[in-house]
């Protein structure tokens, strides 16, 4: 596994360096409370917005280190990324997962390779919802996080607030794709905890290597600065419905794909 990421890193270099002028784009945890409407806003990059279908790399600068953030979020869609098809598109127990969720059409909105670095390497990820970033209406995000590496307390494994998954969705981010600024629009009061705060309100969810969280949009998550010496690698999926269910134009990917996982209106499904 170690080896195939390393190759990916060096082809999607290749492919930054040959079609996008060797252009960086930095992907940060946003926060909403910020002021509305920035001038230089990333989700409206086009180099950031072509990553819908294929696979980009993403930087993060912190005090003047600079370390790859994320490669995304396309994976899925890539047919020479087998690994990664077999978990979306051909594995029962997802299939069967979301069917008893009661998805009729589901699709794989986007796939996130997450290499989560040691040392001190790289940023915190705020407490925030899933389903703020791919909005439905009605809701219908899950996530599916996989564990490419044993993720402990000490190696900074996501935390989650239990029972958020119930708690309504607070905000929503909205982008403007023709004035390219993005907003984040409250839809309801609800408090989310700070980690740092109030970090007895959260709870570690470690998992060993090739296991899998699978959480509602809704539910509250983040993680730490891995400050350990070994990385905490992952892979994240998030899926949506798409029958009877409204994509706005308004999130920052677009089209979403029309490769389903599965269709429950035809007979043979």
Known sequence: MKNMCQEK?????????????????????????????????????????????????????????????????????????????DIVYHHSSLK???????????????????????????????????????????????????ALEDATIENACMWGILGSNQWPLKFVSRVNHVAKTREFEQLNDVTIPDFINEKERFTPLEVKAGDALLFHGNFIHCSPVNVSSVSRKAVSFQFIDTLDVKYPSTNWLQPPNEKFIFDSTLRSE
């Open 9 to 85: 890193f060096i082809l999607f270099s290749l492919n930054r360096y040959e079609n996008w002028n060797n252009q960086k784009i930095y992907f940060y945890s946003k926060n909403p409370l910020k002021p509305k409407g920035e001038k230089k806003e990333y989700v409206t990059d086009p180099y950031f917005l072509e990553s819908r279908n294929k696979p980009h790399i993403f930087y993060e600068a912190i005090d003047e280190v600079e370390a790859v953030n994320r490669i995304g979020h396309g994976m899925h869609l890539i047919d020479k990324y087998t690994g990664v098809q």
């Open 96 to 146: 069967s997962l979301l069917k008893a969720a009661g998805y009729k059409k589901p699709i794989c909105q986007l796939s996130v390779y997450i290499p989560k670095y040691p040392n001190g390497i790289g940023s915190d990820v705020r407490p925030h919802q899933e389903s703020s970033f791919a909005y439905t209406e009605p809701q219908t995000v899950v996530v599916l996080w996989v």
